[in-house]
């Protein structure tokens, strides 16, 4: 450049200065367009027309031989730049343009004011500089275009160059990114951060030395933009977790998803058993001290799935989230009234008997035990409380009601565990929302407790045409009628059942609960009990459809029982309903009468045996043997529930002493019979020995005497009540299906 001005200024270049870099070589083609345009007289200017190709030099020059050697100096590129791209920036019609007025009136082009009416030299000289400063535009990425136009008066090395017009692509497109930025999310912001390390890369590859070598640019971000303060805040929150990364910026986790690597078998190691709990996997595991086995990193080949399943296959249980049990459109049973809580109705309260002081005994576990098995609340079914058990909350495992009520408390279908559902043939029934432990507690059935007189009204009047009773033997001769109820009324009978209905004492209180089986619940499963109840006349005997193996294909009690039970109904071949009737009620009697006592006595020796033993265990038994006795008494009538036992002792005439001992079977109501053993002598007295034993309980017996009604009566209340009551047809909707004798006897 300096060779040039001096040259054009008179002076004589020396010969490093004549060589002229690329960068010259753009100067000198701004100095010829401006000598140009300052010559006053075309005779002494070189005439410059538009080349018409790279090489077009005669194009530009047509006068001036002295200069055309300097011409000839410069390079093909330079001149070609001259054509392409100082036509158009520093062209006559764009100093034609009036867009701008300079700061002396004169006319301004992109690259400052024209020459006209100025002072030649120093004119020359600024358009020279401000020229080459837009060609060497500055490389500020962080800038908007324009912004960092400075004049720059010399380079690093000094040597000016000409600039490409690739580069001036890559400038826009950088400024363009850059404002992109701000209105992009993180991920946006990492593209753009790989792209402007692109552009700079492909700057330095331009090898293009006017492009001052520049430190790596962090790219700032000047005070958020407020779309870029909506991102912020949002990713505010989701970097709480996020550790800090290079240049300051938090790496933000990518979320794995951990069904694709462990498909079914999520969170479930290969070791646990899908029945169990997560916790009580842990504890397995870390009582056995088995190491982690390894997960299955990826799901097997479609084709090795079969195998792989048949080889390795375990059981699983899909997440709650995942499960949708009932398909949409369920009907919902409509005369449905819930209460979570057992509640008196009528006289019930009155009569209502208050707990005994046994009740109120204190377990003697150890925190360690936990109220296991050898519990003598467990035992004896009697919740552990504060009262009565030493070991606490935090340890006592024997409070399942407190377990159930703070599970419901907190809510959700997972926590309540039940639903109801539309069974194929058998009405409604529960399934299981989730896994439950063997003997968990489910559900409560609870309902309204009426005394039996309630329940005869009740029957006569209000469920006259029921199709359905959900009346279940309680405690103290009282019904607990869940028409009005929980949700465990719907729980249908199974031969094969997964569950069990248990009476518990919580706080004094009985209350009766739905328990999962030894075998536990799997999520889905329909939930089943053995109702396990005689019905009280033929016409009542319903189909049992549960499709277990080994089915007793009625809705009623064992096979022997019933056999026994209905053995006179099927001699007959037509018979009045009430004649049916009384046959049944007789035979059923009867059939009590006779043959409960033959098991009664080994039973209750084999439970007072047990009983005895467990307590030894246990540690409850004392040094008072007459103590010691009462309670393992106590606690086998419990363990058999409707066993009792009492000894008397009588003096005879001669002066001797003989005891009596009286037991007495009194699963339902009313009692069965009698066994009474006298000084070796066993004795089964039927009718009057009943009539005694129920005398002395205060409860009235039934003879041969009384009436049908009274009779049926009686068999009402020793079963759970839910049978069907329509001998006219199926009712619209439900399935049931009166056996008839000739049916009946083909079953047996
Ligand atoms: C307490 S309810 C159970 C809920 C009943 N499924 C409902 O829809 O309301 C008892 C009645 O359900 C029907 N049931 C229950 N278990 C059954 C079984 N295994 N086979 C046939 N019917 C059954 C009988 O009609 C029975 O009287």
């Known amino acids: 450049m300096l060779s040039f001005i001096q040259q054009r200024l008179g002076k004589t270049p020396t010969q490093a200065q004549t060589k002229m870099t690329r960068q010259e070589s753009i100067e000198s083609a701004f100095s010829r367009v401006a000598a140009r345009n300052d010559s006053k007289d075309p005779s002494t200017t070189p005439s410059l027309t538009t080349a018409t190709s790279l090489t077009d030099t005669s194009s530009e020059l047509t006068d001036g031989s002295a200069k055309a050697d300097d011409y000839k100096r410069s390079s093909a590129r330079s001149r070609a730049s001259i054509g392409s791209y100082n036509e158009n920036v520093l062209s006559a019609k764009q100093s034609r343009s009036a867009r701008k007025q300079g700061a002396h009136g004169g006319k301004c082009t992109i690259s400052g004011q024209t020459l006209v009416d100025g002072d030649e030299i120093t004119s020359r000289e600024r358009l020279l500089q401000q020229s080459v400063q837009a060609l060497d535009e500055d490389w500020k990425i962080g800038a908007m275009p324009g912004d960092n136009l400075r004049l720059s008066t010399s380079n690093e090395d000094g040597a000016k160059r000409r600039r490409s017009m690739r580069l001036d692509i890559l400038d ?50 000047e005070g958020p933009s407020r779309k870029r303060a909506r991102f912020l805040e949002v990713e505010i929150s989701n970097k709480q977790s996020a550790e800090p990364g290079e240049g300051g910026y938090e790496v933000t986790k990518k979320p794995t998803k951990p069904w694709v690597a462990q498909g079914l078998y999520v969170g479930q190691h290969r070791s646990d058993d899908a029945r169990l709990t997560e916790t009580k996997n842990k504890e397995k595991k870390t009582s056995n001290n088995q190491p982690e086995a390894g997960e299955r990193a990826i799901m097997p080949m479609p084709m090795w799935l079969g195998d792989k399943i048949i080889e390795t296959g375990r059981d699983f249980k899909l997440p709650f989230n995942l499960f949708s049990p009932l398909p949409p459109g369920q009907p919902k049973p409509d005369e449905w009234k819930k209460t979570q809580k057992n509640v008196f109705i009528g006289d019930a309260a009155n009569v209502w008997k208050k707990a005994k002081d046994l009740e109120h005994s204190t377990c003697i576990c150890t925190a360690e035990a936990g109220c296991d098995d050898h519990c003598f609340n467990r035992f004896m079914l009697y919740e552990c409380d504060d009262s009565n058990c030493k070991v606490g909350a935090e340890h006592c495992t024997n409070r399942s009601f407190a377990a159930l009520k703070q599970r419901c408390k907190v809510g959700g279908k997972y926590n309540i565990g039940v639903e109801v559902m539309k069974t194929a043939d058998r009405g409604y029934g529960i399934r299981a929302n989730r896994t439950f432990e063997p003997n968990q507690i489910i559900v409560e059935y609870t309902g309204e407790i009426i005394t039996q007189s309630e329940c005869d009204e009740r029957m006569n009047k209000r469920y006259k045409d029921a199709e359905c009773y959900y009346l279940m033997d309680f405690d103290q001769s009282m019904i607990l009628d869940a028409t009005r109820g929980s949700i465990a009324r719907f729980v249908n009978h199974s031969c094969a059942p997964n569950c069990r209905m248990i009476k518990w004492t919580v706080a004094g209180k009985p209350r009766m609960a739905l328990f999962a089986g030894d075998n536990g619940i799997m999520t889905g499963e329909e939930l ?195 049978v069907r009551r329509s001998s006219r047809g199926t009712p619209a909707g439900k399935t049931i299906r009166i056996i008839g004798d000739d049916e009946y006897k083909g079953w047996r």
């Not at 209105?183 to 700079?200: P, Y």
């Not at 700057?203 to 640019?217: A, C, F, I, V």
């Not at 009943?690 to 003879?703: I, L, Q, R, W």
């Open 172 to 221: 826009r497109a950088s400024s363009m990114i850059e404002k992109t930025t701000t209105v992009l999310g993180k991920r946006g912001r990492e593209t753009v951060e790989a792209g402007m390390g692109t552009i700079q890369a492909s700057k330095s590859d331009n090898k293009t030395p006017s492009l001052r070598p520049r430190e790596p640019e962090t790219p700032c971000f």
């Open 528 to 722: 089943t009990y053995d109702y396990n109840f005689n019905p009280y006349s033929v016409k009542n005997v319903q189909e049992c459809r549960c499709g277990a193996e080994g089915c007793r294909r009625v809705l009623g009690p064992k096979p022997k029982e019933i056999r026994e039970a209905l053995k006179p109904i099927t001699t007959g071949r037509k018979r009045k309903i009430q004649q049916v009737v009384e046959d049944a009620v007789e035979t059923v009697t009867k059939r009590r009468k006779i043959a409960v006592p033959s098991s009664v006595k080994s039973a209750f020796a084999a439970a007072k045996v047990q009983t005895s033993r467990r307590l030894s265990q246990a540690g409850v038994l004392g040094s008072s043997a007459t103590q010691n006795r009462q309670l393992v008494k106590k606690v086998s009538q419990r363990s058999l529930r409707g066993l009792e036992q009492e000894t008397t002792t009588e003096r005879l005439g001669d002066g001797k002493k003989r005891q009596r001992t009286t037991i007495t079977y009194s699963r339902r109501r009313s009692s069965v019979g009698t066994l009474t053993d006298t000084k070796g002598e066993d004795k089964i007295r039927r009718g009057s020995s009943a009539k005694v034993a129920e005398e002395d309980k205060g409860e009235k017996p039934f003879s041969r005497g009384d009436s049908v009604k009274v009779k049926v009566a009686s068999m009402k209340e020793g079963v759970v009540r839910t």
